[in-house]
């Protein structure tokens, strides 16, 4: 990663930035036989296009046995796309590894080219497709934006694109491994892994071991992509105490794979069960540890490995789910957060409506959201279905005596609030004058003729 390392700091020197040299690719270019590529003109040194960037090429397309189904130098007029964009997928995995000036031939597999379809009367279906590719010229996209919340948070520019899968992605839970060299912007280098004698950076995504950003930018690489990020402070050092807490930071990242945290879809219904619960285990362990961020992580992994749609198929998965969404909801206790805590209750209650822990963990939920008169209906329903419960009674009586002392402080209030009114008006009436005599006080008589 020198030469591009060398590019980045020329950038925030203002100066040229070195131009970054990237070897010739051929042969089978994803190493499953599905790219095939034979240069016959070398092009430029320099990069390469990826994805995102805006390429300019002629083409001349053939089948097997050489009959030619389309061409660009036939019309005279280069063909423009964007890499990832309009095009057979042979063809953007393809030009990503030319250089400017390059002619190449490639063999592309029916998969990546235009399947079992075909295309029109001239590509029959399950056709391997040849094309001999010039590379005219290419611009860089710049970088995008890959923070989750899309705030500009973590911003991308990749440098090397992944030879082969790279639709596959890091989630959270996924064990990672990566060469990162990082440093505040403007300020020292904070991580290095390229340095002779360093091991690679390994940690689990969610589990915070390195700030937000670098999880959030390993999320959206593929293994074997080398990709420059800038970090803002907030998915940075923002919380974090020492030099570089008020400032991005910049650097390179290259993925060198993981192991992605299965999902439920790819698990047959034994495996379900067993992984679900070597999570649960996780989390209990770390929750003894009291680090409740890292046990919720892992009782939210045991929850997800039956789906999202909380439909039980069988009894042992209700008795997997139920205690993992009652820790998952204490962890979210214990953080402060109610509102998600009452959430993930509601689960539990509908997976099991009389379930007691449920229901006392409810109410200290609305307790905490300041929803009193909720808490103490949860509450009492609880101590309805187990009257000796310590800790319910316990919170019932504490949620009573704040309802009360609110109610007498309101009364108060309101109290207050009519004897300000009361003297305000009797000091308005004391200074009416007095009523006229010429006007007479009506008399039964007279509303009665009135109609009243």
């Not at 992605?260 to 209990?284: C, I, V």
């Not at 963990?361 to 101590?383: F, H, I, T, V």
Request: some cysteine; glycine content about 10%.
């Amino acid at each position: 990663m020198d030469g591009w390392w060398a590019e980045l700091e020329a950038e925030e020197a203002g100066g040229a930035a070195p131009v970054v040299d990237e070897p010739e690719i051929k042969g089978d270019i994803c190493n499953d036989g599905s790219i095939l590529k034979e240069i016959t003109k070398s092009g430029e040194a320099g990069p390469m296009p990826k994805t995102g960037s805006k390429v300019k090429c002629h083409y001349v397309g053939t089948l097997l046995d050489g009959t030619k189904f389309d061409s660009s130098r036939d019309r005279n007029t280069p063909f423009e796309f964007t890499i990832g964009q309009g095009v057979i997928t042979g063809w953007s995995e393809g030009v990503a590894t030319m250089r400017k000036g390059e002619i190449a031939d490639f063999t592309i597999a029916s998969h990546k080219a235009y399947g079992e379809s075909g295309s029109g009367a001239k590509i029959p279906p399950n056709a391997t497709l040849k094309f001999e590719i010039e590379l005219l010229s290419w611009a860089d996209a710049g970088m995008a934006d890959v923070s989750k919340d899309k705030d500009g948070g973590v911003m991308k520019e990749v440098l090397k694109e992944a030879t082969k899968d790279k639709w596959k992605k890091a989630n959270t839970m996924s064990t990672v491994v990566a060469n990162v060299k990082m440093k505040v912007k403007g300020g020292p280098v904070v991580i290095d892994t390229t340095v002779p004698g360093t091991d690679p950076l390994s940690f689990v995504v969610g589990d915070h071991a390195v700030i937000r950003g670098l999880e959030e930018a390993v999320m959206s690489m593929a293994a074997g992509e080398v990709a420059k990020f800038e970090i803002a402070p907030q998915y940075g050092f923002a919380a974090a105490k020492g030099d570089g807490r008020k400032d991005s930071v910049v650097g390179l990242v290259e993925l060198l794979s993981f192991e992605k945290d299965a999902q439920s879809w790819e698990l047959k219904p034994e495996e379900k069960a067993e992984q679900a619960s070597a999570r649960k285990e996780e989390g209990n362990k770390l929750f003894k540890d009291g680090e409740y961020e890292r046990a919720m992580l892992r009782y939210g992994s045991a929850i997800d490995k039956f789906g999202n749609n909380n439909e039980v198929k069988s009894e042992e998965e209700r008795a997997l789910l139920v205690p993992c969404h009652l820790n998952k909801a204490m962890c979210q206790l214990k953080l402060k957060r109610p509102s998600a805590a009452l959430e993930t209750l509601e689960k539990v209650l509908k997976l099991d409506k009389a379930n007691v822990k449920g229901l006392y963990r409810k109410g200290l939920a609305l307790a905490d959201m300041g929803e009193y008169d909720d808490a103490k209906a949860a509450l009492k329903e609880c101590l309805s279905l187990d009257p000796k419960n310590g800790p319910a009674r316990k919170k019932f009586e504490e949620i009573k005596a704040t309802i009360a002392k609110e109610t007498k402080q309101q009364r108060a209030k309101f109290a207050g609030m009519f004897d300000k009114f009361a003297k305000e008006e009797a000091k308005a009436e004391a200074a009416e004058p007095a009523a006229k005599e010429a006007e007479p006080a009506a008399t039964e008589e007279g509303d009665a003729a009135a109609g009243n």
